[in-house]
């Protein structure tokens, strides 16, 4: 299986960073960054080439939900018939540590996505509530 985060600006590597000091190497991870002076056709040509044509699986995480690096890989996504692809918007750190850890685990890419949308979404807390402090005080 194939990673590929993509999103705006450094926020892929940023990403890829963050959770190599947490949790190590993560050499299957690849990143596609969408920069400020990108063009769409540039950037679907980078990303169509990181996807390659091997057949193999395809999970590409994206930052934001209809923004252009998610758009593009929908698009590519509806066009890769050699490989099942599937994007998942709305990336975050937890989401990617969590595959870290469990990339080995065979889970086919149904399973895989589903996990990491429901470790995203557990993700988001308010920190005093999910403390049981109401108002910032114990």
């Known amino acids: 299986m194939k990673v590929i985060l993509v ?7 940023g ?3 963050a959770a190599k000091m947490i949790s190590g190497e993560n050499d ?3 990143i596609m960054s969408f920069d400020e002076d990108d063009d769409l056709e540039g950037f679907e040509s980078k990303l169509k080439k990181e996807i390659g044509d091997a057949g ?3 999970l590409i995480l994206a930052d934001l939900f209809g923004g252009s690096p998610f758009n593009m890989a929908m698009k590519l996504s509806s066009r ?3 490989s099942k692809m599937r994007v998942v918007s ?3 750190l937890p989401m990617v540590l969590e595959l870290c850890s ?4 065979g889970w086919d ?3 895989l996505a589903s996990h990491l949308i429901s470790i995203g979404k557990e993700s988001i807390v308010e920190g005093f509530r999910h403390l049981g402090l109401a108002n910032g005080t114990e």
């Open 90 to 92: 709305g990336t975050n």
């Open 102 to 105: 469990v990339i080995n685990n």
């Open 7 to 13: 999103g705006h600006g450094a926020f892929p590597a």
């Open 109 to 111: 890419m149904d399973k």
């Open 80 to 82: 890769h018939s050699k």
């Open 56 to 58: 193999e699986d395809v």
């Open 28 to 30: 299957f991870l690849k």
């Open 15 to 17: 990403l890829l960073r």
